[in-house]
């Protein structure tokens, strides 16, 4: 994203809806890392208050051949980029008195400090949905909840993730 591109000052506490211009930016930022996109990683909702993410099994994720589950990486995966994209959003809310300039410096050092992934079922199913909620978003470390669904609705597994965001 260049310097003169328009990010919002402050997202609008009176709606969950975020303007497009940070919409765009988590965009961008998400579609910039090439393993999101090699692992087929769908953003499917961007709020403020939630994230939702969803990925289809594929052959090449299985972890269990022999059940023809999916792999305990590309869950994790999947709760760390969700909960990744979530800790942005409430940076982006956090950081609102800084300039446009300092904000992206900022967010460009987002990354995770730690993540526990709770594995609670086998991961089956032909889609998975992540949705992450923010439980703290402080100046330098969001802290995000998430949990992970099958399509059918089965609870698979649930994670805890902080990120540095500033």
Same mark, same amino acid.
């Given at each position: !994203?260049?310097? %003169? =591109?328009?990010?919002? %000052? ?6 969950? $809806?975020?303007?497009?211009?940070? +919409?765009? =930016? ?11 996109? *090699? ?13 939702? /993410? %969803?990925? @289809? !099994? ?17 869950? %994790? +995966? ?6 990744? @994209?979530? =800790? ?6 956090? *950081?609102? *008195? ?5 904000? !992206? /410096? ?15 079922? &086998? ?5 998975? $949905?992540?949705? +992450?909620? &923010? #439980? ?6 969001? $802290?995000?909840? +998430?949990? #992970? *669904? ?6 698979? @597994? ?9």
């Amino acid at each position: !994203m260049t310097e %003169s =591109a328009a990010l919002p %000052s402050t997202i609008d506490p009176a709606t969950d $809806v975020l303007p497009e211009e940070l +919409s765009q =930016a988590v965009y961008g930022f998400f579609n910039r890392i090439p393993f999101n996109r *090699h692992l087929g990683i769908e953003i499917d909702e961007l709020r403020r208050d939630c994230v939702a /993410m %969803s990925l @289809a !099994m594929r052959p090449e994720l299985i972890g269990n051949f022999t059940q023809g589950i999916l792999h305990g990486g590309a869950i %994790s +995966s999947l709760i760390d980029v969700c909960g990744g @994209a979530m =800790a942005l959003i409430g940076a982006f809310d956090r *950081h609102a *008195h800084l300039t446009v300039q300092e904000r !992206m /410096m900022r967010l460009s050092k987002l990354g995770t400090i730690d993540l526990r992934v709770d594995y609670l079922r &086998p991961g089956r199913g032909e889609q998975f $949905v992540c949705t +992450s909620v &923010p #439980l703290r978003s402080g100046n330098k470390v969001g $802290v995000v909840r +998430s949990e #992970l *669904h099958a399509n059918d609705g089965t609870l698979i @597994a649930v994670g805890t993730g902080t990120y540095l965001c500033g």
